[in-house]
């Protein structure tokens, strides 16, 4: 069965310093993997998504996540955290018929002054 | 233009009433979606119609009823409510390869 983790509940990072956020997947195959963004009182908005090929790929906002199969990981990253980023971030997998996405717990990213 | 827009955003209600949620998406996508969002912000997959044929339905009481009168609508009926339905619930629709596009929910709230 499809599972997806996020290992951290909260993160909080200064504004201006380097972001990661863990996410492992569960799935027998290659998944669609995504990352979501949700601020608050917000819908989830989409920030990039791996299907094949290249396994960095480049989203909105700044962000980028790597796909790394041996870890069955896709960790979402960003150089320089501004304060509008802070909001609840989702790693989510899809089966590749596309029909079922499963969501992680969600990582709340705090930024400080 | 709102790509999935759902209605009422706010519902307020007592416990053993009934209510809807309506969902409307202008994307031209075949398949659309309802999440449950809990107080912790848990995403549960709730139904899942396909060109208005019903998908995926996971383990969601019978007091859940969704109904879909075309592809691009999706509505969400819920009998007698308890304090356990209270949530934010989600619509959406999604292309071909799973890139999901999200309503801005609506925040049910049982008393």
């Known amino acids: 069965a499809q599972s997806v983790t996020q290992p951290d509940i909260h993160i909080t990072v200064s504004e201006g310093a380097s972001l990661e956020l863990r996410c492992n997947y569960s799935y027998g195959a290659t998944p669609y993997l995504f990352w979501y963004v949700q601020s608050p009182g917000q819908g989830l908005q989409l920030l990039l998504k791996?299907?094949?090929?290249?396994?960095l790929v480049q989203g909105i906002k700044g962000f980028e996540a790597e796909f790394k199969r041996s870890q069955s990981s896709f960790n979402l990253r960003k150089p320089s955290v501004h304060w509008s980023d802070a909001a609840e971030y989702f790693c989510?997998?899809?089966?590749?018929?596309?029909?079922?996405?499963?969501f992680g717990a969600g990582t709340r990213l705090f930024v400080k002054a | 233009d709102t790509a999935v827009s759902q209605t009422p955003k706010y519902l307020v209600t007592q416990m053993g009433n009934d209510k809807s949620i309506k969902c409307e998406q202008n994307l031209g996508h075949d398949t659309m979606y309802w999440y449950k969002q809990d107080s912790k912000k848990f995403l549960k997959i709730m139904f899942s119609y396909n060109n208005k044929e019903l998908i995926i339905n996971e383990t969601v009481p019978n007091r859940f009823s969704p109904k879909s009168p075309d592809k691009a609508h999706l509505n969400l009926h819920i009998n007698s409510l308890e304090l356990g339905d209270s949530a934010v619930y989600f619509c959406?629709?999604?292309?071909?390869?799973?890139?999901?596009?999200f309503g801005e929910g609506s925040r049910l709230t049982v008393l």
């Open positions: 989510a997998v899809t089966n590749t018929g596309g029909f079922k996405t499963i």
């Open positions: 959406a629709s999604t292309t071909d390869t799973g890139e999901l596009f």
């Open positions: 791996y299907f094949s090929g290249d396994t």
